[in-house]
């Protein structure tokens, strides 16, 4: 008996674990600001998984975050012009952020700067409807964490047929 109370105990744990992430990533999404991040996406293809991007953000290299050093994790400075793209600032934390910046969180990992979302998938056969992105459309939250909401071309219209998107052409 006692060892099915804490099978059980362990299961309701693990539940509402899982429930708590996908809540905080729900509120991201309905709540973060958005933000778009220019793009040098690489369009690779995986037999198992189907077509997909990989996405290389261009912050990414103007932060000049030494690549191939130590693990690190951090916060860049990220300032949004008049259309909502944002621009590398500063990758220092020691001062606070001036009107119009934010945080944006970065992982160094296996050698590459990762701002989040690092591929994005999509149906096979879709290739050269999202080989036009431009842009990565991130959620951003006050602390700098993000997720990626979808992709956008050079005049920052939405591509894709996801919950947020109003892509027309979306296949």
């Known amino acids: 008996m006692k060892r099915t109370h804490v099978i059980f105990g362990g299961l309701v744990l693990v539940v509402v674990a899982l429930v708590a992430l996908v ?10 600001t958005p933000l778009f991040l220019e793009l040098a996406p690489v369009d690779p293809r995986s037999l198992i998984q189907g077509d997909y991007m990989v996405l290389d953000y261009a912050v990414s290299r103007e932060a ?7 693990v690190a994790d951090g916060r860049l400075v990220i300032r949004r012009d008049e259309r909502g793209v944002g ?20 992982k160094v990992r296996r050698g590459r700067v990762r701002l989040g979302a690092e591929s ?52």
């Not at 500063?90 to 001036?98: I, T």
């Not at 290739?127 to 964490?145: F, N, P, Q």
């Open 23 to 32: 809540a905080s990533k729900e509120r991201l999404l309905a709540r973060g």
């Open 87 to 106: 621009h590398y600032v500063r990758s220092e934390e020691s001062q606070p952020l001036a009107p119009g910046e934010s945080w944006l969180r970065y």
């Open 120 to 171: 994005f998938f999509f149906q096979e056969g879709h290739a050269e409807h999202y080989a036009r992105a431009k842009y990565g459309e991130l959620r951003v939250a006050e602390d700098g964490s993000s997720v990626l909401v979808g992709l956008r071309d050079a005049d920052l219209h939405p591509l894709g047929g996801g919950p947020l998107s109003t892509d027309p052409d979306a296949p």
């Open 64 to 70: 000049g975050i030494p690549e191939g050093g130590p």
